[in-house]
């Protein structure tokens, strides 16, 4: 069992930067995939980037590449997510997952998941 608490999300102004932090419990941290995913209002929640257990492969949405940086500590049993440039299109709620397994883009297929925090671009 893996729990998820993120945190760092806010009112940003576009251009500006954010860095969200994802705390997990559980012993097995290190052995789990991590991703960031993202949902908008009355949107369908989608892949933004994802890092892999030893934090040697990282993948990003085509959306965020160049802008947004994943990274991980597993001493700390912690996944980062900095982002940078931030846009109006930025904006939602940004959620952080695990799976016991290689990186998948696809929310389906993660087994845990925090509660979200609220990412606001203003324009």
């Known amino acids: 069992q893996v729990q998820l608490v993120e945190s760092g999300g806010g009112l940003v102004q576009a251009g500006g930067s954010l860095r969200l932090s994802c705390a997990a419990s559980?012993?097995?941290?290190?052995?789990?995939?991590m991703g960031w995913f993202r949902q908008a209002p009355g949107k369908e929640r989608e892949f933004v980037a994802a890092?892999?257990?030893?934090?040697?492969?990282?993948y990003y949405a085509d959306s965020v590449k160049g802008r947004f940086t994943i990274s991980r500590d597993n001493a700390k049993n912690t996944v980062y997510l900095q982002m940078n440039s931030l846009k109006p299109e930025d904006t939602a709620v940004y959620y952080c997952?695990?799976?016991?397994?290689?990186?998948?883009?696809?929310?389906?297929?993660?087994?845990?998941w925090g509660q979200g925090t609220q990412v606001t671009v203003s324009s």
């Open positions: 890092i892999n257990w030893k934090g040697t492969n990282t």
């Open positions: 559980g012993r097995t941290f290190s052995s789990y995939a």
């Open positions: 997952a695990a799976r016991a397994r290689t990186i998948v883009l696809v929310p389906a297929a993660y087994d845990y």
